[in-house]
């Protein structure tokens, strides 16, 4: 180790075949290898492949090789840098601005073990509402009542299912936060209300920057002046940067009064039905001049005082924690006020732990391919840092999408943990139905895939809030033994069973495929693999090749145009024969009662057997459903892949099926 005024280092080896991952929010591709790596929030709009500072700051990775894996957590808010042997080969280096050298030292072997202990120290995400898992519309902006009622209905006509949409900035009266715009959005409470008779939730954008108003009464700026919320400089002076609504001054989210006033700011929102918060801009970003003018990137000066009187630091410290704060603010604000129904909150700054209040989304990706290609190593680091409700902006946000790429981006999207299109003001639209008959066949093909497998999904988002596993997995995630995986970029696993190898490129209509050792289905035909082996396979622009591996038992629920739609009063469960054990979480989706025992486990578990009279059989075994959860009554069909189906009323108790 070394220090000197200001900085202090480490040095660690880098042994033989060994790959690093994580890191928190990065562009590029998997494997960090020779890369230097810094944490430090920015606003990272027009990122490219090369780009360093990102929206999230999360000072941890892990290490693997054959057999043995640790994890490192940095446990320093100050900037701070890994630099993974680009200084030196053969050598690891972390350093910081802190004055402490701070760090934990995770033993694996395997990354599940080090996500496991990593999330321990710095929490889980709790269980999102089940229709945060469906499908979410975005735009900047939709940006009138009649506008959102119409794509609403859009939706509903074309039978494409959908649970959110999202509200950009200019629902807002003048970006004044806490506001709605009277000439655009007049009653919003009956707007939402009506809308959520046909199964819609809105999400609305909030900033942290807060318009001076020095004239009208507004009390987001009022109260937070009278109480001395905002960020003042080291000379005592309020601090402005320019924003949205122009000169602005921002809340200190590091003091808990703050936070708790400005959650309850939230409870207009709330009573007009909103049911989940975006956080955007919370770096924080901010120019020195109005938006418009070319200005510059500011933050607050690195002395300005930041927390509380009695642990009161600098904005050096408090920086990489801003985004954070302010998503914690709302996720605390949203349980208080809603405190009957869990919330959605995203954010798009944030730093180690993040995931205990918020979703997070990587800002401003663009409409080319090669940021498609880009979204799933990007999502997998995430994951492998402990935030596993991830997503990108599907058809990418600057620029407009050609048809075929968002074909495409639709067939990724269905894998991200947060399934969210977007786009920027002023470029094309990039709804499911604007790229003409046959993309808005594949995309509904897609999304109506999504909500088949929402019985799955939710079961591994209470993965990810119980073990901090994530929930869109690189291959090493479970063939850490398996060097063939370490840089294998272009192929996920969505949970243990489901493997995809998407199309990323224009034109392409074969796909090279790795499959890791043991036997895989082909999810579309059925047709069995031996791995370990490369394949090619046939992806034609309604195909986005995916694979299971043996032993898989998937839950299937009915299509839903929205998640609530009707219980689900049917299930499927697809067995793919060969040894294996997978078991369903469920609860009510919606409420905090899971947290007093109102959940339902059931534990599935196939095998083959050798019978002397019928050959070669596969076995079925469910054991009694588990918990105080009771699910509607329910038929339950077992396919198990090659041999055929059978039903039963499902009562919860055990049973053992042959096929
Ligand atoms: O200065 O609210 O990343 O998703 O649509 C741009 C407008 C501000 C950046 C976000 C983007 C959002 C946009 N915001």
Redesign the pocket.
């Known amino acids: 180790m070394g220090w000197r005024q200001g900085a202090i280092a480490n040095w660690k080896k880098i042994e033989a075949d060994e790959h690093f991952y994580g890191f928190g929010e990065r562009t590029g591709l998997l494997d960090k290898l020779s890369d230097r790596l810094t944490n430090w929030t920015t606003d990272a709009l027009d990122y490219t492949s090369l780009t360093d500072e990102m929206y999230q700051a999360i000072p941890f990775f892990m290490a693997l090789r054959p057999e043995l894996g640790y994890g490192i957590f940095f446990n320093t808010t100050f900037w701070s840098q890994f630099d993974i042997g680009a200084e030196q080969t053969g050598v690891w280096k972390m350093q910081s601005q802190d004055k402490n050298l701070d760090y934990y030292i995770i033993y694996g072997p395997e990354p599940a073990q080090i996500l496991q202990t990593y999330t321990q120290l710095t929490g889980r995400m709790p269980m999102p509402p089940r229709w945060a898992l469906g499908y979410h519309q975005c735009r900047?902006s939709y940006a009138s009542e009649e506008e959102v009622r119409q794509l609403a209905q859009e939706f509903r006509q074309r039978q494409i299912p959908c649970d959110v949409i999202h509200l950009?900035?200019d629902y807002m009266r003048g970006f004044r936060v806490f506001t709605w715009s009277p000439q655009r959005f007049p009653d919003p409470k009956t707007m939402v209300k009506d809308l959520s008779q046909n199964g819609f939730k809105f999400v609305t954008?909030i900033d942290p920057g807060v318009k001076e108003e020095t004239e009208a009464d507004y009390l987001p700026f009022d109260e937070g002046l009278e109480h001395d919320y905002f960020v003042r400089t080291a000379e005592g002076k309020v601090f402005h940067g320019y924003v949205?609504p122009g000169r602005a001054v921002f809340p200190d989210f590091l003091r808990e009064e703050v936070r708790e006033w400005w959650g309850n700011q939230h409870q207009d929102l709330v009573d007009a039905g909103i049911a989940g918060i975006w956080n955007?801009?919370n770096e924080p970003?901010m120019n020195d001049r109005p938006f418009g003018d070319p200005g510059k990137k500011i933050w607050f000066p690195l002395d300005a005082p930041q927390g509380p009187v009695d642990e009161q630091t600098t904005h050096a410290e408090a920086h990489n924690l801003y985004g954070q704060m302010m998503a914690r603010a709302c996720a605390e604000g949203l349980e208080r006020l809603r405190p009957t129904a869990r919330s959605f909150v995203l954010t798009?700054s944030g730093y180690a732990g993040v995931q205990r209040w918020s979703a997070v989304w990587t800002?401003?990706n663009q409409s080319l391919w090669e940021y498609l290609e880009m979204s799933l190593p990007a999502l997998c680091n995430l994951g492998l840092s402990g935030v596993a409700f991830v997503g990108e902006?599907i058809g990418g946000?600057a620029g407009n999408a050609t048809a075929e790429l968002f074909a495409r981006w639709m067939q990724v999207g269905m894998l991200y943990p947060m399934m969210r299109a977007?786009s920027?003001i002023a470029s094309a639209r990039h709804e499911p139905w604007v790229f003409g008959d046959r993309v808005e066949k594949i995309c509904r093909e897609y999304i109506e895939l999504r909500y088949r497998l929402l019985p799955y999904l939710y079961t591994l988002f209470w993965e990810a809030a119980t073990t901090g596993a994530p929930i869109l997995r690189p291959l090493l995630y479970h063939f850490p033994n398996d060097p063939k995986t370490y840089n294998l970029y272009d192929q996920v696993l969505l949970g243990p069973s489901l493997m995809a190898a998407p199309v990323y490129r224009p034109g392409v209509e074969e796909r090279l495929v790795y499959l890791p050792e043991g036997v895989w289905y082909d999810w579309w035909s059925g047709e069995m693999h031996q791995g370990a082996s490369h394949i090619v396979t046939h992806a034609p622009l309604e195909k986005m090749p995916l694979f299971v591996r043996a032993g898989a038992i998937i839950p299937l629920a009915p299509v839903m145009q929205y998640t609530d739609e009707r219980p689900m009063d049917e299930l499927r469960l697809r067995v793919y024969p060969g040894e294996g054990e997978w078991t369903l979480y469920e609860d009510d989706g919606r409420s905090f009662e899971y947290r007093i025992g109102a959940w339902a486990t059931t534990t599935y578990r196939v095998h083959s057997s050798d019978s002397e009279t019928d050959g070669s059989q596969t076995v079925v075994e469910i054991a009694a459903r588990q918990g105080e959860w009771q699910p509607q009554p329910r038929q339950v069909t077992v396919e198990v892949i090659g041999k055929g189906e059978q039903q039963f009323e499902d009562d919860g108790s055990d049973r053992r099926l042959t096929f």
């Open positions: 900047w950009d900035i954008i949205w955007d801009m970003a798009r800002g401003d902006d946000f977007h920027m």
